[in-house]
């Protein structure tokens, strides 16, 4: 493929995943990792550390329902009530020493704390989840976890939010999350008020 071919497809390849990795890309193209990170600086375009970086400083909405510190990743897009998307790197604190492949909880609370913090509500909490495991996590892989808000029943209500985690492409994880949304404390404690005069 001619270098400006190549340097084209580069450019529309990372736009279409920002996520992708030089690694990633090298398997791509068939060239070597020089080649990409020579091509990625003649388009102006930094590498993947920056690029979260740059996503991460984007306006977007807060997160509401937790402090961000409790939610496991990095939270890269949020859109309240809507969608949200979060990347968490597998370290070797994350990973079983003798196989190195993830324990399977880290990727579960990547899921449930971004189906959480998607909810736009003061408190939120998980009231059940249906999980699946598609395929073991290993040590350095990226999970890119995607949540979307498929409904939401009233003030005091329940929202229900999918989500998908994503090792590059492949789908690695899926769970189907029943997340409480409680209403604010004043009217939590006129309920209370209420429900003891009768």
Known sequence: MPKRQRQQSLAKELDNNPFITDEELTRMFKVS?????????????????ER??????????????????EVIG??????????????FELKEEHVFSRTNIARGHHIFAQANSLAIAVVNNEKALTASADIRFI????????????????????????AKVEVFTYVGEETVFHGSFLIYRFANELSERGEELHANRD
């Open 135 to 158: 395929r073991s996590v290993k040590l350095g892989e990226k999970c890119i976890a995607k949540a979307y808000v498929r409904s939401i029943s009233g003030q005091k209500g329940k």
């Open 33 to 49: 990792i020089q080649t990409i990170r020579l091509d990625r600086l003649e388009l102006g375009i930094p590498e993947l550390r």
């Open 74 to 87: 990095d939270i890269i897009d949020l859109q309240l009530d809507k969608s949200g998307i979060s990347i």
């Open 52 to 69: 979260l970086k740059m996503m991460a400083e984007r306006t977007y909405d807060q997160v509401r329902s937790l402090p961000i510190h």
